[in-house]
């Protein structure tokens, strides 16, 4: 288990990296919840008695308190039935000025790690030591009491973080005057709107000084002129010393404010380096997954009134030659096979649509077009050209629905035609777009 220190540490930031002062340091730390509510019940009135036992068998016992003011713990634990691993032997160290970024699926464990570097919870096995006063905004709203006032709640987390009335009272306009609430703040919290509460919560973790700060995803709830200036007090607090844990499906913000980056996996750890290499294989994994979930297009099923059947799909270069991966931003052909029934086609609509790993990408459709199909043949190809593909993900996903242009009836419907995207590096969002950067002197004063 780890115990905050209640002050915070002095210790100035120093120029060397190998030189700054550790204040997290995770050592095969693990934590395993129960499924079943009854049997977690039990599992916990058995685990208080055992530590509560005297006589009990523990080979690593409980470490008072040592000079600088940490205790920690260790324990062996095994799963139970009913119980799995939400962190499993998870190690890392944090220094002065340093950001760590902590990524993964839903579900990996980021929170429950951040909720036992805050004290909430604490480890089955393992040794966490933090070292300063700890601020945190772990999710939406927490800590709040939403019957009391803002006022009031920021005396109460302002004393759970340590600080007395006199200096929670010195404090107080600095908080409401950051979190821009203060026609607000004599009203009880569960008046707030999100982003009310969300900009009250930042406001006094980062108004009482931490040494370290922990943030779960709850910036994006703020407007943009609100996460600007967030960032910016980030920025101001990094030159100072302050270390931070930023959590977050934005992978814009993970490359562009963290030192590093922890990947997450079920649990365990997935990756702890890079952001680059971080980021590159979080995208992939999550690529990856989709694609097994999703499986192949299948060409033997019809979706759909079957007068006109695709039978094939594949992906060309401009001259004609098959390709299974394009570089970000390039062109290609993709070419549908189709089957005509006996009775006659006359102009049909060709849809087709595109998603990447955030939703969709593309859609568009022959009716557009001031191109017709015309009467088709008992066999033949739709043939469609893009002449730039500004997707910067791992991989494409197509699928092409054929309608009456009369009627719009369905004849027929494939998806999962995937297409491979090698990335751009020099690009981080989902498109490759053509830009030129440049600066201009002006006459203007």
């Not at 308190?65 to 139970?80: F, I, K």
């Not at 010195?170 to 709107?193: G, T």
């Not at 900009?199 to 040494?211: H, M």
């Not at 200036?229 to 913000?253: D, P, W």
Request: proline residues 4%.
């Amino acid at each position: 288990m780890s115990v905050l220190s209640a002050a915070p540490l002095t210790t100035p930031p120093c120029s060397s990296p190998s030189n700054r002062e550790v204040l997290v340091r995770v050592e095969g730390v693990s934590k395993k919840f129960c499924r079943n509510l009854k049997k977690s019940l039990w599992y916990g009135v058995r685990d208080v008695a055992s530590e509560l036992n005297p006589f009990r068998r523990n080979t690593e016992p409980c470490k008072l308190p040592d000079a600088t003011g940490l205790r920690t713990s260790t324990a062996e634990s095994s799963l139970r039935d009913g119980e799995f691993w939400a962190n499993q032997n998870l190690s890392f160290e944090l220094r002065r000025g340093e950001c760590l970024g902590l990524i993964g699926h839903n579900g990996a464990g980021k929170t429950t790690l951040l909720k036992m570097l805050n004290g909430l919870i604490k480890p089955d096995t393992g040794r966490i030591e933090m070292r300063g006063r700890v601020g945190a905004l772990i999710a939406l709203g927490a800590g709040f009491n939403p019957i009391l006032t803002g006022r009031e709640n920021i005396y109460v987390n302002g004393s759970i973080l340590g600080l007395s009335t006199r200096d929670i009272e010195d404090k107080m306009d600095e908080i409401i005057d950051f979190a821009e609430i203060r026609d607000f703040i004599d009203s009880p919290v569960q008046s707030y709107s999100s982003g009310m509460a969300v900009r009250l919560g930042f406001s006094i973790a980062v108004k009482t000084e931490p040494d370290v700060l922990l943030l779960d995803e709850v910036l994006a709830v703020g407007d943009p002129a609100f996460q600007a200036k967030c960032f910016n007090t980030l920025s101001e607090f990094r030159k100072r010393g302050t270390a931070f844990i930023l959590v977050s499906h934005n992978m814009h913000q993970i490359s562009r404010y963290a030192t590093s980056v922890l990947y997450l996996k079920k649990g365990g750890v997935r990756y702890l380096g890079s952001p680059e290499e971080g980021i590159r294989q979080f995208l992939n994994d999550m690529e990856g997954g989709e694609q097994a979930a999703q499986g192949e297009c299948d060409w033997s099923r019809v979706h759909g009134s079957g007068k006109v059947v695709f039978t094939s799909g594949c992906f060309m270069d401009r001259s004609g030659q098959p390709i299974v991966e394009i570089k970000a931003g390039e062109g290609f052909i993709l070419e549908i096979g189709f089957r005509r029934a006996s009775q006659e086609t006359v102009d049909p609509i060709l849809d087709v649509a595109v998603r990447d790993n955030e939703g969709v990408f593309f859609r568009g459709s022959s009716a557009a077009s001031p191109m017709k199909f015309g009467s088709l043949p008992e066999f033949g190809k739709f043939r469609v050209e893009f002449e730039a593909m500004p997707a910067n993900t791992g991989a494409l996903e197509f699928s092409f629905c054929l309608l009456d242009g009369d009627t719009a009836e369905v004849m027929d419907w494939k998806s999962n035609l995937r297409l491979k995207v090698e990335r751009s590096p020099a690009f981080i969002g989902r498109t490759v777009l053509p830009v030129h950067w440049k600066m201009i002197e002006s006459l203007e004063r």
